[in-house]
């Protein structure tokens, strides 16, 4: 089956440095991508998304880039603080009209002060 | 604003015995889901609704049912709990099921079957 996959379970950065998250998607006809973070014992919280006709989007102190190419899709957080630390996850919606996402395993991201 | 209640926030079953995880939003959300999170893995999708008196299945909905009379309940039934279903479940709401509407996630249920 279709799957979203990320190549770092952890990553470990220090306070006021750039976090880039990773994440791999195999459904080359996904048309919408989204970053959630989750905070221990908390549900997954909406960051930023991105559709398929574009490559970049901006947020505040975040920007997701999507690399169609190549299936690729990151998360870069700027300055980072110790409230981003959390599990991110990158989560596609395949074809079709319905909002079913399909999530990645998640990366750990631990901001050391 | 209360958005996604989800309750119980932890239960522990024995296996064989059924329970029903209540999923209420007040947003007038159209489209509900349910999904389930294990260590090491994304989540899972279970079932899913678009409207009242509509539901669906998603990637894992086995040994799991649900039902949806009110746009603002949606309830996971476990009709017979087996050690496998030990996990957290979220419930999520959207305002329609189109591509692109922001998911809403509760804070999640902790459920062990022993």
């Known amino acids: 089956g279709e799957s979203v996959g990320l190549h770092l379970p952890t990553l470990s950065v220090q306070e006021g440095d750039n976090s880039i998250i990773n994440c791999a998607y195999s459904n080359s006809a996904s048309d919408y991508f989204i970053w959630y973070k989750q905070e221990s014992g908390k549900g997954p919280q909406f960051i930023i998304d991105?559709?398929?006709?574009?490559d970049k989007r901006q947020g505040q102190r975040v920007t997701v880039l999507l690399n169609k190419t190549v299936k690729h899709l990151s998360l870069q957080i700027a300055a980072t603080q110790p409230g981003d630390s959390a599990v991110y996850f990158c989560?596609?919606?395949?074809?079709?009209?319905?909002?079913?996402?399909?999530f990645g395993t998640g990366t750990l991201l631990a901001v050391q002060p | 604003n209360a958005g996604v209640t989800q309750t119980p926030k932890f239960q522990v079953l024995k296996t064989g015995q059924s329970m029903t995880l209540q999923c209420a939003q007040d947003?007038?959300?159209?489209?509900m889901s349910w999904y389930r999170q294990d260590p090491g893995m994304g989540l899972r999708l279970i079932h899913y609704?678009?409207?009242?008196?509509?539901?669906d299945q998603g990637e894992v909905p086995n040994g799991y049912n649900v039902s949806r009379s009110t746009t603002e309940d949606f309830p996971l039934r476990l009709l017979s709990a087996a050690p496998s279903q030990t996990s957290v479940y979220f419930c999520a709401s959207s305002y329609s099921a189109g591509v692109g509407e922001k998911l809403f996630f509760g804070s999640g249920t902790q459920l062990s079957v022993l």
């Open positions: 947003m007038n959300h159209e489209y």
């Open positions: 609704s678009v409207g009242a008196g509509i539901t």
């Open positions: 989560a596609e919606n395949p074809p079709g009209a319905t909002n079913k996402l399909i």
């Open positions: 991105i559709r398929s006709n574009m």
